[in-house]
């Protein structure tokens, strides 16, 4: 084998060592930018599905009753509990969620209240009827549980926090 080829074999053979660095450094970068960009888009993506949602009910109070009790009903609540609870509890952690301030508490939150929807009121007769269940709701647990794992990110009111008050993310 003359020179030449041998230097263009050990060439091709250290291509993945010489742009491994570069591979690693542009993913380290990309998580970097990426990260709290996904999860801010996460956050207002889900946060304004149950923030419209509280808000509808509370334009057109006067049918509340009639959707806890006929439309989805929720199995353990009263419906003149359940209404003013779950409204309070959608538009509450779906401002939160989306300020980042609380982030972890209010994906939770909301998760509870998706999966309450997905696998108890959804299974009801009336939740059945009326197509309570749907697949979207594992969507919407999957970025609420991205939320609760990674946190808010680094575009949130919990990070500014953080900067601002340097005991504010202390762990005990």
């Given at each position: ?29 990309l998580e970097f930018l990426g990260m709290p960009l996904l999860l801010l ?31 989805h009903p929720v199995p353990f609540l009263p419906a003149a509990l359940a209404a003013p609870m779950i ?86």
């Amino acid at each position: 084998m003359d020179s030449s080829m041998e230097q263009r074999a050990m060439t091709r053979s250290d291509l993945p060592g010489r742009w491994l660095p570069h591979w690693q450094r542009a993913t380290t970068q990309l998580e970097f930018l990426g990260m709290p960009l996904l999860l801010l888009a996460a956050r207002i993506w889900i946060g304004l599905i149950f923030f419209n949602a509280s808000w509808a009910r509370i334009t057109n109070w006067g049918s509340q009753e009639f959707l806890f009790t006929q439309i989805h009903p929720v199995p353990f609540l009263p419906a003149a509990l359940a209404a003013p609870m779950i409204t309070a509890g959608e538009l509450g952690l779906a401002i939160l969620l989306m300020a980042g301030l609380a982030g972890r508490f209010s994906a939770l939150g909301l998760l509870v209240m998706t999966a309450v929807i997905q696998f108890v009121v959804g299974q009801t007769p009336q939740g059945q009827e009326n197509a309570i269940a749907n697949p979207v709701h594992y969507f919407w647990m999957f970025l609420l549980l991205l939320v609760l794992i990674r946190g808010p990110g680094l575009l949130s009111l919990d990070a500014l926090l953080c900067r601002l008050i340097p005991s504010f993310g202390r762990k005990a």
